[in-house]
Each structure stands twice: as structure tokens, then as C-alpha cells.
């Protein structure tokens, strides 16, 4: 009798077991099963500066709750704040020059003008009225040598007694009244050539104020230039100010804190690590042995490690158009021949139904549901 219970109770164990054998075989059949899982966010960035300097105050900790926007951190901004003043300062001296230079432009145009009208008058006149005080003199003198022949002959003939006294000293007054003439017409010849001078001298100055405002516009470019490029780097300046102040991108969990202040660190050297907490996901790395049937839209459950008790549920959502080794910084060389095959992994990212009591990091299984075509 007991030999009969032993054998039945055998049979019951291996039939167990058979069945217990075939629904692990079906079920590894039916479903890609991977214990290469782990749960990842999507945004978990490195904060860090844009400018390098001493960090002087960290305002929040490893774990805290933080708001977009929050200030976690700040450097000391004193020797950018002091370039800013230095800038300032000296764009407010290169507007002072600025506006100098446009006055006294301004004012030599206007000079320029009035000369122009007043050269271009004087020459003229002043030319027309050499010419004709010199046809006077030609004139004059002239008729000042015919009268001094009058003057011998009329000598003569009064030494004769042929003429009377006074046709003599009219003919001697004529010729000393002209002589006169001649000389006042001579000085005012002279004073023509000085204002002739004087017109021409006028003209060249024109001439100086028109050079002198080229000068003025290639300074006053020259000036704006040096504005335009301070102005740029003003604008530098009050964004690297900006950037001593180190904001939170999103509402997340600080995940690492990597330093205390104080500490002198590099531009982009990191401060923080940031996560989303609602931003998980599961990523696999998937044998290709198992790959048949795998693709996207296929439902997942998972179970991790860390909550035994409970099942999430999800669809694959892509999967890796390369292994996960074709991108490896020390590739296999096989040049030699000498070559072992390894099987090669997939990444496959898993889209999560729920994310409840999730953390990114945690490890899992998963069961990916093959298609049946």
C-alpha cells in the first residue's frame, strides 16, 4: 500500500512538474523575458555653471523638492560687475566724444558754407577789379608820358616866349594831378592784392574745414564702431553676471550634490544632478537571441526588484537600430581572425502605465508579449 501512495505521489511531483516545465517553456516562448532592465529619467541633467569663478553660496541639498526657476546655487559676480562698471564708464565717455565731434562737425559745415559763398564772391570780384584798376593805371600813364612831352614842348616854348606862363602851369598842374592819380591808383592796387591774398587764404581754409570734416566723419565711425562692439560686450557681460546665478530648468529632486561651497570651479564644471521624478521610463538591454516578435506597441509587464508586490504594466515604444556595443569606446578587433562570438544586446525603451513608487536606477524584469506574425 505505501509503495502505492509513493508511486502516486511521484507521479503527481513529475506531472508537477512537467507542467510547471511547460508553462515556463511557454511562457519564455510567448514572451521575451529579460532581467537586463532598469528603471531611467528622462531628464536627469547635470546642472552647472556657464561661467567659471568661486561658488559662494549652495542653496539647496541632496533629495530637496525644488520649483522651475528656484535658485540652487551662485558664484561671486564682483569682478563682472566691476567690468560692467568700467564698460559703462567708458561708453559714457565715448557718447561725450561722440556728441563733441558732431557739434564741431556741425558747426564747421556750417562755417564751410559761409566761406564757400564769401570766396567764391571775393575771388571773383576782387579778380575783375585788379584787372580793370590795372587797364586805369596803363591808362594813366599813358596819357602821363604824352603830357609830360606837352610839359617839354610847352618849356620850350615859353623859354621863346611864344606861349604865355599859365598855358605852361596848366599843362604842369595836369601832369602833377595825374601823377597823383597814379599813385592813389597804385596804393589801391596794392590793398586789392592784399585782399586778393587774403580771399585766396580764405579759400584755402575752406579747403582745411572741408579735410577736417572728413577726419571728423572717420573718427565719429571709428567712435560708433567701438560703441557698437561695446555695447556687445556689455550685453556679454551682463549675461555672464546672469549666469553666477544657477536656477532650476524644471520641478525635479536634486539627485547629487557634488560640492560644498566655497570652491572655485570651471564653466561647466557640475554642481548638481536634477531629476523629474514623473519623467521614468524602462530601458532594456535585450539579447538578440530573444528578439523575435519584439516590436514597438507590444504590452510589457514589469516587476521590480525593489517592490516585490506589485506588477507595472507598459508598451515598448522603440528599439535600437544598433547594438548596444556598436558604439563602444574600445571596439572589438577581429582584423587578426581571432574572433569568439558574443551575443549582442539591444536597447529597448519600455513606456510605463504607472510610475508609482518608482526611482530611477532601480533594477527589474521584464516580460515583452512577441507578436504572433
Known sequence: MSKRVGSIVLLLVVGLLLVLGYRYIHYRMVNAVSDAAFIK??????????????????????????????????IDATDFRLAKQRMLHRRRSL????????????????????????AATDVEGLADELNATRLQI????????????????????LSQNLIA???????????????????????????????????????????????????LDKSIAAMLQERKALDAALKETEKKIAYTRLTAPFDGVIAKKFFDAPK???????????????????????????????????????????????????????????????????????????????????????????IEGLRAGMGATVAIARSRD
Not at 566724444?97 to 566761406?115: D, G, M, V
Not at 596803363?138 to 616854348?157: G, H, P, Q, S, V
Not at 574600445?330 to 529597448?348: C, H, N, W, Y
Open 41 to 74: 529619467s528622462d531628464r536627469l541633467p547635470f546642472l552647472s555653471f556657464k561661467v567659471g569663478g568661486k561658488v559662494v553660496e549652495m542653496k539647496v541639498e541632496a533629495n530637496q523638492r525644488v520649483k522651475k526657476g528656484e535658485l540652487l546655487a551662485r
Open 95 to 118: 557718447g561725450e566724444k561722440i556728441a563733441a565731434a558732431r557739434l564741431r562737425k556741425n558747426r564747421l559745415k556750417e562755417t564751410l558754407s559761409l566761406q564757400s559763398r564769401i
Open 138 to 157: 596803363d591808362a594813366a600813364r599813358t596819357r602821363l608820358k604824352k603830357l609830360e612831352k606837352d610839359k617839354a614842348r610847352f618849356a620850350r616854348m
Open 165 to 215: 606862363e599859365a598855358a605852361y602851369e596848366q599843362v604842369q598842374t595836369e601832369a602833377d594831378s595825374l601823377t597823383q592819380q597814379i599813385d592813389a591808383m597804385v596804393q589801391r592796387l596794392e590793398a586789392l592784392k592784399t585782399k586778393a591774398k587774403k580771399a585766396k587764404l580764405a579759400h584755402k581754409l575752406r579747403e582745411v574745414n572741408r579735410r577736417e570734416i572728413a577726419e
Open 264 to 354: 572655485v570651479v570651471a564653466k561647466g564644471y557640475p554642481v548638481y544632478a536634477l531629476t523629474d521624478p514623473k519623467k521614468l521610463y524602462c530601458e532594456v538591454l535585450l539579447s538578440e537571441k530573444k528578439m523575435k516578435g519584439v516590436l514597438p506597441g507590444n504590452s510589457v509587464t514589469v516587476e521590480v526588484d525593489a517592490l516585490p508586490d506589485k506588477t507595472f504594466h507598459g508598451k515598448v515604444q522603440s528599439i535600437a537600430p544598433t547594438s548596444a556595443s556598436t558604439f563602444s569606446l574600445v571596439p572589438r578587433d577581429i582584423a587578426s581572425g581571432e574572433f569568439t562570438k558574443l551575443d549582442q544586446r539591444f536597447v529597448v525603451r519600455i513606456t510605463l502605465d504607472s
